[in-house]
């Protein structure tokens, strides 16, 4: 696609969305009012803020306001857009200096406001006037300033009246004065006769109570009596860090702005806010009609079973998993009874609690048990799970459903089945997740490969005359090839020695001035060592050899042959004829062609 | 072992088991292993434990061994409760096939189970206990062969083949040197009854050092009478009982 084209579709698609929110919640919502006075007290002079605010309304005239004993005049005017999960709220808040003129308690009437062709009404508020202003204190019970409590915290309880072991959502409820900046701890919850689930995260809002703006947090817990009788809730202690305005006296005759409580500088402070005590009623559990597999489960529930495999063979192991699932007190809660075990090995279970609400009461606990049939069988033991209902006061029974299965095989005659470590342990804690059952492997059926015996092979005579065996051949052959060698080795060197001495004869031969003995004995000598080359490997003085040994080394024609012998007989003439002979002049060119050809025809010859 | 598990009381039918060993006794062992191997597997499919485990011990009186039969009657000895005999089955499954993968999964479940010691490993272990045993001789005798042919060109060619020599002469050093720690560790023993207790000397009233779940392994390194001196897991040495430990290496009969 083209870039022009892609632009044009983001700034439509743009341009629908910001329509769509714009235009969404403006009809959706209803339009409210309220007001809200930043002080329920003052005194003669202080200045208070009222605040009218009108949700779901965009244009709305400041209402006139007028209350007896009161100077309330109009200060300013805000508009505020509030996003809450893609639900646009649109609010107005219309703010009025309220001065009280004389000591008393007045009201504010509830005023009427048009708004988006319907009339909404504020709730009325009310002030005590006192004749001069106080100095403010922090304490125990609740927090305050000039007066006024800034912060207070309360326990919200869906009853004064429940049963030992019955879990109770409560709420622990904190205001803060929406002027005060608060940093606050998680609260600190101590108290006998009472065990206290952990605190969740707490939930922040703004709200408006006694005609003032609150920043409400809520700790959502779960209490549950572990003891009758009449018993106060447990300690709340929070713990918070407040910024409040400083103390100073009220200057008469200045500007309203100047002394107002919250305008001042701030100053930190660490105040402890802690809830007033609240009693509750408990009551125990009744001992008539109690079940003996009662195990302590306070609540309202429901049970769900199921077993698997459902075709095993005896000493097969099989997982039966019951859920419960309801609101109560789960951490109390233990398996449901496995009742008619007969032919059955059972384990112990374990259990793993899933909760769906932040007090951890509510939600589904799964209990999974392994169970051994020892025998055939056409169906799982039976289960039964027993509870208290505090709603009817009278303990309930809830039956699984019958489990079909199809165990074969033979009765076993010991319980030996295994034992999966972690259940039989017996220690497997209620919150941990249940183990899988386990088992030691199956038969390999296969004979496998078959073995001589344990001792390593190394060990046995064979390895060794397996290996000797070669190694002795290997060994033979190296040896007989390096003889072998050496014997070339000598051979070689000799060839050597005769190629080097043939050489240096034939340098003899290539002289043209050589003397006939010279030139004799290097033709002689090369004939010798021609007929010793070709007679190797045996060896021998090359100068032993003569005429008819070099004749018969090769085979020559004739007239070679002829020249051969000639060629000895001139040069033991030339040896044996005395001193002198053969020293004279160069040997004839003729006879020199002559040798030399009668050489060349020899070294041509084939052996 | 074999002659304490014979003595232990079998639960599976009789009628069965006479007709086991009636086959073995008649058909001949040897011949008949497969057949042999099938009716030990059938009473073990029936939950005939005993049965199966007197079927497994015949073939092991008669052989052929090999390491499924071994790890076959320590499934059989662990359905009737001996842990002990299982223990020492899988074991030497292990011993005669090292990578046996069922025999080392049953063994590591039944450690789970019983807490069984094992010698602490260091990289000194890790790195000569493999190639085990067989595969060592095996590993060695190879390179040997390779290092031989390596170097035979130097009397044909007067010349050696320097790289595939030099390989061979680091896997024979390896393969060696594992053959060498192996053998020097001392013969494997296997704690077979529920708890062995080492003591300082070879008697009962002497002190205790340590206690050993069924299935530790512990190393010989002196045999006395009814006391065996062994290298604990904990590398420390002790006595023990000879009857609550057996040998993982088996003689052949």
């Known amino acids: ?607 | 072992m074999l002659e304490k598990v014979a003595r232990k009381e079998t639960k599976g039918p009789r009628g069965a088991r006479i007709f086991l060993l009636l086959l073995l006794f008649c058909a001949g062992a040897r011949a008949a292993a497969p057949a042999d191997l099938n009716a030990a597997h059938a009473l073990y499919d029936k939950g005939d434990y005993a049965g199966a485990r007197a079927g497994y011990e015949a073939l092991v009186q008669s052989g052929p061994w090999s390491a499924n039969l071994f790890y076959n009657l320590g499934n059989a000895a662990y359905r009737q409760g001996e842990k002990g005999s299982a223990f020492l089955a899988y074991e030497r499954a292990l011993a005669l096939e090292p990578g046996h993968p069922e025999a080392a999964a049953n063994l590591r479940f039944l450690r789970e189970e019983t807490g069984a010691k094992l010698p602490a490993v260091t990289w000194v272990d890790r790195a000569l206990e493999h190639p085990a045993g067989n595969t060592a001789a095996w590993l060695a005798a190879a390179a040997f062969w390779g290092l031989c042919f390596s170097l035979a060109p130097l009397v044909w060619k007067r010349r050696a083949a320097a790289g595939p020599a030099l390989v061979c002469v680091l896997a024979l050093g390896w393969s060696g040197a594992a053959l060498w720690w192996q053998n020097s560790q001392g013969a494997l023993w296997i704690v077979t009854a529920d708890t062995a207790t080492a003591r300082t000397e070879p008697a009962d009233n002497a002190t205790a050092t340590a206690k050993l779940p069924v299935g530790s392994r512990v190393r010989l390194l002196l045999e006395r009478g009814a006391w065996v001196n062994v290298r604990l897991p904990d590398a420390s040495k002790g006595w023990i009982a000879r009857d609550a430990a057996d040998p993982v290496r088996l003689a052949r009969r």
């Open chain 1, 1 to 607: 696609m083209k870039p022009v084209f892609l632009a044009s579709l983001r700034l439509c698609v743009g341009f629908l969305l910001v329509l769509g929110l714009l235009g969404m919640p403006g009809a959706a919502d209803a339009a409210s009012a309220s007001a809200t006075l930043s002080g329920s007290t003052a005194a003669v002079g202080e200045t208070l803020e009222l605040k009218i605010t009108v949700d779901g309304a965009d244009k709305i005239t400041a209402p006139a306001v007028r209350a007896e004993g009161l100077d309330i005049r109009p200060s300013g005017t805000s508009s505020q857009i509030r996003m809450d999960n893609f639900n646009m709220t649109r609010s107005v808040t219309h703010t009025y200096t309220v001065t009280p003129l004389k000591e008393g308690t007045f009201a504010i009437p509830a005023l009427q406001i048009a708004a988006g062709g319907q009339t909404i009404t504020t709730q009325p508020l009310r002030l005590t006037v006192s004749g001069k202003a106080g100095a403010g204190s922090v304490g125990g019970g609740a927090a305050t300033a000039s007066k006024e409590t800034f912060a207070s915290a309360e326990w919200v309880l869906p009853k004064t009246s429940a049963y030992v072991g019955e879990a109770i959502p409560v709420e622990l409820r904190l205001y803060v004065d929406a002027r005060v900046q608060c940093q606050t701890q998680m609260p600190s919850i101590a108290g006998d006769g009472f065990t206290v689930q952990k605190l969740g995260q707490p939930q922040q809002r703004r709200v408006a109570k006694d005609g003032r703006e609150w920043e409400l947090v809520i700790f959502k817990t779960a209490l549950t009596p572990a003891k009758s009788g009449k018993l106060a809730l447990p300690s709340a202690d929070i713990n918070a860090v407040v910024v409040l305005p400083s103390k100073r006296q009220r200057l008469p005759d200045v500007d309203d702005f100047f002394n107002d409580p919250f305008g001042a500088f701030p100053q930190r402070q660490q105040v402890v806010i802690r809830p007033d005590p609240v009693e509750m009623e408990v009551k125990p559990l009744p001992v008539d009609g109690r079940p003996k597999e009662f195990s302590g489960a306070v609540g309202q529930f429901t049970l769900e079973t199921k077993a698997a495999p459902e075709n095993v063979r005896v000493g097969d192991p099989v997982t039966l998993t019951c859920v419960v699932k309801g609101v109560g007190n789960f951490d109390r809660m233990e398996s449901p009874v496995v009742a008619g075990t007969t032919g059955w090995h059972l384990y112990p279970p374990s259990g793993k609690f899933k909760a769906d609400d932040d007090a951890g009461i509510s939600g589904e606990k799964t209990f999974e048990q392994a169970l051994i049939p020892e025998a055939p069988q056409t169906e799982a033991p039976p289960v039964t799970f027993v509870f208290f209902n505090p709603s009817s006061g009278r303990y309930e029974t809830l039956h699984g459903k019958r489990l079909a299965l199809a165990v074969s095989g033979t009765a076993a005659p010991s319980p030996a089945a295994p034992v999966p470590a972690a259940v039989a342990s017996g220690a497997a804690p209620a919150a941990t997740p249940a183990p899988a059952v386990r088992d030691i492997q199956y038969l390999r059926i296969d004979p496998g490969a078959h073995v001589a015996g344990f001792d390593p092979v190394w060990r046995a005579s064979g390895f060794w005359t397996s290996q000797s065996v070669p190694l002795a051949a290997l060994l033979a052959l190296s040896g007989w090839q390096w003889r072998r060698n050496r014997q070339n080795d000598g051979l070689l060197r000799r060839a050597a020695r005769l190629r080097q001495a043939k050489e240096e004869a034939a340098r003899v031969l290539r002289r043209a001035d050589a003397k006939p003995d010279d030139f004799y004995g290097a033709a002689i000598r090369v004939l010798q060592l021609e007929t010793a080359l070709g007679r190797l490997p045996v060896g021998g003085d090359p100068a032993a050899v003569d005429a008819e040994a070099v004749l018969a080394s090769r085979s020559l024609d004739c007239e070679t042959a002829e020249g051969v012998r000639r060629l000895f007989a001139a040069h033991d003439e030339l040896r044996y004829a005395g001193v002198g002979a053969g020293t004279g002049a160069a040997v004839y060119p003729d006879q020199r062609e002559r040798v030399l050809q009668i050489l060349a025809e020899f070294e041509k010859s084939h052996a």
